[in-house]
């Protein structure tokens, strides 16, 4: 009877271990976390906007948009391609995205770089990546990101692009610290499954 009783505990837990580790020991880690921005705003079953059916039937309504500054008339287009697109969410995801590119370019982290640049982009990056780690480069990091703001959009036929210009601090192993004043194109494609921008072209301010 013991010999049982233990023959059970230990089909228990290692049916617990089997549960926590994995069903396939090969199995691949879940994958990065992006930033996600420009996402549709929650919809709202009452106001007044663009209207569309859930896989329910509901008729839900994303509210409608106006916008004004700089870029406002691609803003305005993105916005009727892109339901529910926003400047203010898409705003805080590019400054999340501006300080991963920034400290996986810094660190040399290729992988973290292919998952929000583009091919051109990255080849780019990856060429002064490897002068950098030739020469012993020290990492670069973010220290103050102290202002991201659109200052150019447009919808080039389902290419949507926005242009933002960052101002930061930045640290690269030196006793000081040195201002880098940049402007990124983030782009996607509206009716792209993946919610995500690519960084597409980086160039002074």
Known sequence: MEIVFF???????????????????????????????GMPETPSEKADGDQTADDGGKVLTFPVREYDGPGAAGLKAIGAAQRGFNTETFLEGAKSAYEMIVTAYG????????????????????????????AGAAKIEVIRLSEA??????LDGKIARIDVAFSSDLADGGDGLRAADEVW???RGVDARDPNWLLSAVRTA
């Open 185 to 187: 194109t983030f782009e």
């Open 107 to 134: 660190a040399g982290d290729e992988e973290t770089l292919k998952n929000l640049v583009d091919a051109d982009v990255f080849e780019a990056y990856k060429t002064s990546m490897d002068e950098r780690r030739t």
């Open 149 to 154: 703001k659109i200052v150019e959009a447009e």
């Open 7 to 37: 023959a059970v505990v230990a089909a228990l837990v290692l049916g617990r271990l089997y549960q926590v580790l994995g069903q396939n020991r090969g199995a691949e880690p879940p994958p990065m976390r992006q930033p996600r921005f």
